[in-house]
């Protein structure tokens, strides 16, 4: 894990421990905005302290669930550990598992070994943010 530098919305500078505490928290703090400004905020999950382990060194942390709780996002997400492989860099392996219980993931690589990972099932929405 390397140190990183980034700036809140306030114009602080902080360091991030990590890759996923510092994207995390990126992520948690303009998905929270989005929702606030659509208002739908009491409809989304704050899941932040939530971690699933993957393959080494792959973590899932859990950010949001909509329409759903944090516990069913955990139980995806743990699913979804099992299949997500690095050897596939740009997309984790999503496109090859087309249904993991019942939902649609989609990845999208935001970083240096970080992605945010989106599960869609009908009007249920649940994300996570996997990094090395």
Not at 26 to 35: K, P, T, V, Y
Not at 84 to 104: C, F, I, M, V
Not at 108 to 122: A, F, M, N, T
């Amino acid at each position: 894990m390397t140190d990183a530098l980034d700036t809140t919305h306030s114009g602080r500078t902080r360091i991030a421990a990590s890759a996923l505490v510092g994207i995390t928290a990126l992520a948690l703090c303009s998905g929270a905005a989005i929702a606030r400004q659509a208002g739908h905020a009491s409809k989304i999950r704050n899941c932040q302290d939530a971690r699933v382990a993957g393959t080494p060194p792959l973590v899932f942390g859990v950010l949001s669930a909509k329409g759903t709780t944090c516990r069913a996002a955990i139980t995806v997400f743990r699913a979804v550990a099992r299949w997500a492989t690095q050897a596939e860099y740009q997309t984790l392996g999503a496109p090859k598992h087309p249904n993991t219980l019942g939902y649609r993931c989609y990845t999208h690589l935001v970083g240096d070994s970080s992605w945010i990972v989106r599960c869609v099932k009908g009007d249920r929405v649940i994300r996570a943010m996997a990094a090395v």
